[in-house]
C-alpha cells in the first residue's frame, strides 16, 4: 500500500479483555516498530522487527503485551488482560534498512480505551 | 539522563519570527538524526534529517548537527501559526541498529 495502516482505529474494551492491534507496513519495509503514546506524552518504544524476529523488545511493559511479525509483512500487537493504564494510542511505524538513513513512516495509530 | 532529551515548553514565537528546536543525546555513536513534526491528534510526519555536522537546510527549516557536543536542533525560519505543533527529536543509534529513541518533543506555539 502507499502507506502504514493500522486496525482497528479505535478501540474500547472491558477491563481484563484481550486485545489485538494490527499494522500493515509499507511495502518492502523489512524494519517495523510499536510505540506507545499516552495523552500528553511522548513516544514510548515498545518493540521493533528486524524481518520476523525482533532483536529488541525491551519497551514491552510486562508479559502481558507480545507482538509477532509473519511474513515479513503484518504485525500483530497483543495485549492479554487489560488494565485501566494500557490506554493510549498505539503507533506502528516502519522503515526500509537499505541506504544510509531509514527515515520511519508511522501509521494512524490504534486508540484503544480500556474501562 | 535521559537517551534524548528536549525541553517539553511550550515555546512561544510570534509569527515571522525564528523559532529555535534543541535537542541533547546521551549516545555517542548515534549515526542520524530525525526531526518528526506532530500535530494534536495525529501521527508523526518526518521532516528533516541530518547525518553529518554542520547545517542541512529545506525551505524554512534548518537542521544543525554537532555530534562533538552531542545536539542536534532545528531551526524555522518565517514561524507560521500552522508552525504550532509538537516537535519530536529521533536519534538511530550506530551501524547494526534500526532502533529509534524519541526524545519527548517540544511544544511549539506560533502566535499571529
Known amino acids: 500500500g502507499a502507506g502504514v495502516s493500522q486496525s482497528p482505529s479505535n478501540k474500547v474494551t472491558e477491563k481484563g479483555k484481550d486485545v489485538e492491534l494490527r499494522c500493515d507496513p509499507i511495502s518492502g519495509h523489512t524494519a517495523l516498530y510499536w510505540y506507545r503514546q499516552r495523552l500528553g506524552q511522548g513516544l514510548e518504544f515498545l518493540i521493533y522487527f528486524q524481518g520476523n524476529s525482533a532483536p529488541d523488545k525491551s519497551g514491552l511493559p510486562s508479559d502481558r503485551f507480545s507482538a509477532e511479525r509473519t511474513g515479513e509483512s503484518v504485525s500483530t500487537l497483543t495485549i492479554q488482560r487489560t488494565q485501566q493504564e494500557d490506554s493510549a494510542v498505539y503507533l506502528c511505524?516502519?522503515?526500509?534498512?537499505?541506504?544510509?538513513?531509514?527515515?520511519?513512516?508511522f501509521g494512524p495509530g490504534t486508540r484503544l480505551t480500556v474501562l | 539522563q535521559k537517551e534524548v532529551e528536549q525541553n517539553s515548553g511550550p515555546l512561544s514565537v510570534p509569527e515571522g519570527a525564528i523559532a529555535s528546536l534543541n535537542c541533547t543525546y546521551s549516545?555517542?555513536?548515534?549515526?542520524?538524526f530525525f526531526w518528526y513534526r506532530q500535530y494534536s491528534g495525529k501521527s508523526p510526519e518526518l521532516i528533516m534529517f541530518?547525518?553529518?555536522?554542520g547545517d542541512k537546510e529545506d525551505g524554512r527549516f534548518t537542521a544543525q548537527l554537532n555530534k562533538a557536543s552531542q545536539y542536534v536542533s532545528l531551526l524555522i525560519r518565517d514561524s507560521q501559526p500552522s508552525d504550532s505543533a509538537t516537535y519530536l527529536c529521533?536519534?538511530?543509534?550506530?551501524?547494526?541498529?534500526?532502533?529509534?529513541?524519541f526524545g519527548t518533543g517540544t511544544r511549539l506555539k506560533v502566535l499571529a
Open positions: 511505524a516502519s522503515s526500509s534498512t537499505s541506504g544510509s538513513y531509514n527515515e520511519q513512516f
Open positions: 541530518i547525518y553529518s555536522n
Open positions: 549516545d555517542r555513536g548515534s549515526q542520524s
Open positions: 529521533a536519534v538511530k543509534g550506530g551501524s547494526g541498529t534500526y532502533k529509534y529513541i
